[in-house]
């Protein structure tokens, strides 16, 4: 069973620093594109940015220069988001997503079970 699971997530003031990590565990045989996401409430979940297998990243205008994200594409399986300088903009329940295969036959995405965070002013 494939999972992905979260954690960093917390409270911190307008202008602070928080580290997410996702981790991807189970029978996974390759990770395409990995990304992360939030969700803030009364809005659609929206993208925040993504990296590829080689390393490529995309951002959100909005977090641009900001949040930086990466990956350990060693046995960890593991993907970060960096986040400075957070704005209460910023503040929503951030998911984890990657698209895997268990089996080489065929790929598709995967979610974790969110983290929030909270910036307060």
């Known amino acids: 069973q494939v999972q992905l699971v979260e954690s960093g997530g917390g409270l911190v003031q307008v202008g602070g620093s928080l580290r997410l990590s996702c981790t991807a565990s189970g029978n996974i045989v390759s990770i395409s594109v990995m990304g992360w996401y939030r969700q803030a409430p009364g809005k659609q979940r929206e993208l925040v940015a993504t990296?590829?297998?080689?390393?490529?990243?995309?951002y959100a205008d909005s977090v641009k220069g900001r949040f930086t994200i990466s990956r350990d594409n060693s046995a960890k399986n593991t993907m970060y988001l960096q986040m400075n300088s957070l704005k209460p903009d910023d503040t929503a329940v951030y998911y984890c997503?990657?698209?895997?295969?268990?089996?080489?036959?065929?790929?598709?995405?995967?979610w974790g079970q969110g983290t929030q965070v909270t910036v307060s002013s």
């Open positions: 997503n990657a698209y895997m295969s268990t089996d080489w036959r065929a790929f598709r995405y995967y």
């Open positions: 990296v590829t297998a080689g390393s490529s990243t995309n």
